[in-house]
């Protein structure tokens, strides 16, 4: 049985998902779907879909899905097997820029 993001978020990712106004289904299309995957730091990894991968997609999305999707990063910890947290990915921040 797989595991929803719901079931694997910390309390930390629940509470940013509930600030930021994203569902825990798009999560759980983002952790499906990504294909950016990068070290960000202390056994973490940021996970975001690309622009090229959502337009790819485009057909099974609809329009506002696709949005939400290109400008989400999701950090997990392979430590905990958990979601740490949920952000908006806009690209300003080097440390967080998930480059293929």
């Known amino acids: 049985m797989r ?3 719901r ?18 289904e798009v999560v759980e299309l983002l952790l499906d779907h990504h294909d950016l995957d990068r070290e960000a730091g202390s056994g973490c990894r940021i996970l975001c879909i690309s622009r090229r991968r959502v337009r790819s997609d485009a057909a099974m999305l609809e329009p506002q899905l696709a949005r939400r999707l290109e400008n989400l990063a999701v950090i997990w910890s392979d430590d905990r097997g ?18 293929a």
């Open 7 to 24: 079931d694997v978020m910390s309390q930390h990712a629940t509470r940013r998902c509930q600030q930021r106004g994203v569902p825990h």
């Open 82 to 99: 958990q979601i740490v947290t949920v952000l908006r990915n806009h690209g300003t921040s080097r440390r967080y820029a998930a480059r």
């Open 3 to 5: 595991q929803s993001a």
